[in-house]
């Protein structure tokens, strides 16, 4: 797909501005440190961008494609997973970015899953800390990774 190719590229490059257009507005994001979704277009970019400060050496190690079923309404779309390393402190990580598309080939849902364990808990901290310096969240502790 098209968008999976763009936002690849987009990424791999650190251009927030070249991934705006390839989400909808209410895009959900599925982090693998906080039980609910980010929403909407705007606190992804925040996050993609606390996100790409955060990791060091990250690159894509694949692409497939297939379709699978959205969480928030079961609909079975078109989708992308975008196999990944990179390290963060010093923890190697392993991961893979799950886009799904809308009918127009937006990403309408991205979920991200790494492991291991450890190198979830380093990147929860960091990507925290990112967010709550770029104001993009609050530091209550319902916020926290694992919440």
């Known amino acids: 797909m ?10 791999e490059a650190h251009d927030l501005a070249a991934l705006e257009d390839l989400f909808t507005e209410d895009v959900r994001f599925y982090s693998p440190v906080k039980f609910t979704p980010f929403e909407g277009r705007p606190m992804l970019l925040g996050l993609l961008d606390v996100l790409l ?11 497939f494609e297939g379709t699978s079923e959205t969480a928030a ?41 790494v492991r291991p364990k450890s190198a979830v808990h380093a990147l929860g901290e960091a990507v925290f800390a990112g967010l709550v310096a770029a104001g ?11 919440s």
Do not use: C, N, W
């Open 2 to 11: 098209e968008t999976a190719a763009r936002f690849r590229a987009a990424i």
């Open 53 to 63: 400060r955060t990791f060091e050496d990250f690159r894509y190690v694949g692409h």
């Open 73 to 113: 309404g079961g609909e079975e779309t078109p989708s992308a997973i975008l196999p990944f390393r990179a390290t963060v402190h010093g923890k190697q990580i392993h991961g893979i970015d799950l886009l799904q598309f809308d009918e127009a080939g937006r990403i309408e849902e991205f979920t991200v899953m």
């Open 136 to 146: 993009l969240v609050t530091d209550p502790a319902g916020d926290r990774p694992g």
